[in-house]
Nanobody
Framework: QVQLVESGGGLVQAGGSLRLSCVVSGNVFRINSMGWYRQVSGKQRELVADITSGHLTNYADSVKGRFTISRDNAKNAVQLQMNSLKPEDTAVYYC??????????????WGQGTQVTVSS
């Protein structure tokens, strides 16, 4: 019933920018941490950035200074602004959220994934 819908992926040249968005719908009591992960075929999914309900952020070293994660609690949304993109950023990006549908019980939810391709 809870769904995470992602948008904003696409093809961009190196040095360009993209903005990913993820909106949570369904019966949500509380959204705790939200984040973005990415995965390249044959590789393990890795954390790109996450953000707590109090807006504390954490970034992978590879994206620090280039990516910015933010959230809009009123809209149940999280965004990832990606600047100065590099070919190595190419991956499928997944939105993640820890969601309480009832108090004190949290489950991990994932978006469907959106392809980001950075050409050289």
């Amino acid at each position: 019933q809870v769904q995470l819908v992602e948008s904003g992926g696409g093809l961009v040249q190196a040095g360009g920018s993209l903005r990913l968005s993820c909106v949570v719908s369904g019966n949500v009591f509380r959204i705790n941490s939200m984040g973005w992960y990415r995965q390249v075929s044959g590789k393990q999914r890795e954390l790109v950035a996450d953000i707590t309900s109090g807006h504390l952020t954490n970034y992978a070293d590879s994206v620090k200074g280039r990516f910015t994660i933010s959230r809009d609690n009123a809209k149940n949304a999280v965004q990832l602004q990606m600047n100065s993109l590099k070919p190595e950023d190419t991956a499928v990006y997944y939105c993640n959220a820890g969601i309480q549908e009832v108090p004190s019980i949290e489950f991990d939810y994932w978006g469907q994934g959106t392809q980001v391709t950075v050409s050289s």
